[in-house]
């Protein structure tokens, strides 16, 4: 298991977060996006990662620990498909195309706002951003400090070692995104940072 993981996954973790907020600020009279394409929905999600909150990652198997890595980069990679594809959809009806939205080039057509959203996609992206939800500052920092721990294992040097990934994450995804992230990722910063400060102090 290699680090970079771990910087792939802040990244991903803080441009979502950023976007789903940013939709969320104007709306427009577009036709709402499909049910299956929303950012956040209440019906089970069969591809998340679920473990119980009584196990100790860091006392896990390797096995089991790799198997928890996998699953979170698989749920990871489907909700942000998941909102890439609703909020392409949305731009390609106020004519942008596809191509100029690949790589980078989505965030910072995020960050520059230069667009408009329903009423329908706003209210779920504030649910998404909100405390308990899948992008809000509470969920997002524990998924961050779990994909750590799972892949450092109960080792204080390689959480060290993760936990400098997730400040390169964060340098990364500020520069995809083109400038200084907002608030909602500074708060998601600071709380993955007490988290690892928590696991330092048991040790």
């Not at 992206?125 to 294992?153: C, M, P, Y």
């Not at 964060?170 to 910063?189: K, M, N, R, V, Y």
Request: net charge negative; proline share 1%.
């Amino acid at each position: 298991m290699q680090v970079n993981n771990q910087d792939y996954a802040v990244r991903q973790y803080s441009q979502a977060t950023k976007s789903v907020q940013n939709s969320s600020v104007s709306t427009s009279t577009q036709a709402p996006a499909k049910a299956e394409d929303a950012v956040s929905k209440n019906t089970p999600n069969v591809d998340r990662a679920e473990f119980s909150r009584d196990t100790d990652i860091t006392k896990m198997s390797d096995s089991d620990r790799s198997k928890l890595v996998d699953s979170l980069k698989a749920d990871l990679d489907n909700q942000m498909s998941r909102f890439t594809n609703m909020m392409t959809q949305t731009f390609q009806k106020q004519g942008v195309t596809a191509a100029s939205l690949q790589g980078d080039n989505f965030w910072k057509f995020m960050a520059s706002g230069n667009y408009t959203v329903d009423a329908k996609t706003q209210a779920e992206a504030k649910e998404a951003i909100s405390e308990d939800g899948f992008w809000g500052v509470k969920q997002t920092s524990q998924r961050i400090f779990d994909f750590a721990a799972a892949l450092a294992g109960d080792d204080v040097e390689t959480m060290k070692k993760m936990q400098a990934a997730v400040e390169k994450g964060f340098e990364q995804a500020g520069a995809a995104w083109g400038g200084e992230l907002p608030s909602i990722c500074g708060d998601t910063h600071t709380a993955v940072n007490k988290l690892f400060d928590e696991y330092y102090a048991s040790h």
